[in-house]
């Protein structure tokens, strides 16, 4: 079956880096993107970006342009989300997703990691 | 701010029909996802390509999407279905944007 296992939690500094991974298993890796979404604690849903696990190609919230880069490694079946300049408002659960088969940006997301807490503070 | 506008919160009997709105300017040229978040628990897919179950999803989970507004709808609600709901509309991948969630109490 499909599963994405993600990093554990990490506590941070304003202005450092994150890099969270989401390790898939069960599907072809690179015949899917991955989605990275996430939620502040008692928010909603915001969407990040999406990469391509085929051809690497991104697109990111126009928002986060700049300090958000999302990778894939085939030879792991593994993604990445690096977040840079870290503020206090990036605290959130950061979430990895599947979307449908071969399909872009904006897919409906039918597999989803367990989150990762992400903690930025002083 | 969320350009897909839900309301806060929807409450419903058990055994009644309950029904979650998004609205957002043509979104009815757009396709609708709807996802279940229960407490404590990752989002899950329940309607996709406005319409459309994921397997596994009970069939009183039906969708619709036109004009402006696309509507989730559960029948027959029962106490399992309790959760925050959330939309989300992508136009061919250039712009992907969730709603910001409804409450939905079953009571």
């Known amino acids: 079956q499909v599963q994405l296992v993600q990093s554990g939690g990490e506590v941070k500094k304003p202005g450092a880096s994150v890099k969270v991974s989401c390790k898939t298993s069960g599907y072809s890796f690179t015949r899917y993107g991955i989605t990275w979404v996430r939620q502040a604690a008692g928010q909603g849903l915001e969407w990040m970006g999406w990469v391509s696990a085929y051809s690497g190609d991104t697109n990111y919230a126009q928002h986060l342009q700049g300090r958000v880069t999302m990778t894939t490694e085939t030879s792991t079946t593994t993604a990445y989300m690096e977040l840079r300049s870290l503020r206090l408002d990036d605290t959130a659960v950061y979430y990895c997703s599947r979307g449908a088969l071969g399909a872009a940006a904006g897919t409906p997301l039918f597999h989803w990691g367990q989150g990762t807490l992400v903690t930025v503070s002083s | 701010s969320s350009e897909l506008t839900q309301p806060p919160s929807v409450s419903v009997s058990p055994g009644q029909t309950a029904s979650i709105t998004c609205s957002g300017d043509?979104?009815?040229?757009?396709?609708v996802s709807w996802y279940q978040q229960k407490s404590g628990q990752s989002p899950e897919l329940v309607m996709y390509e406005d319409k459309k179950r994921p397997s596994g999803i009970p069939e009183r989970f039906s969708g619709f999407n036109s004009g402006n507004t696309a509507t989730l709808t559960i029948g027959g609600t029962q106490t399992i279905d309790e959760a925050d709901y959330y939309c989300h509309a992508w136009d061919r991948g250039t712009h992907v944007v969730f709603g910001g969630g409804t409450k939905l109490t079953v009571l």
């Open positions: 043509k979104l009815g040229d757009k396709f």
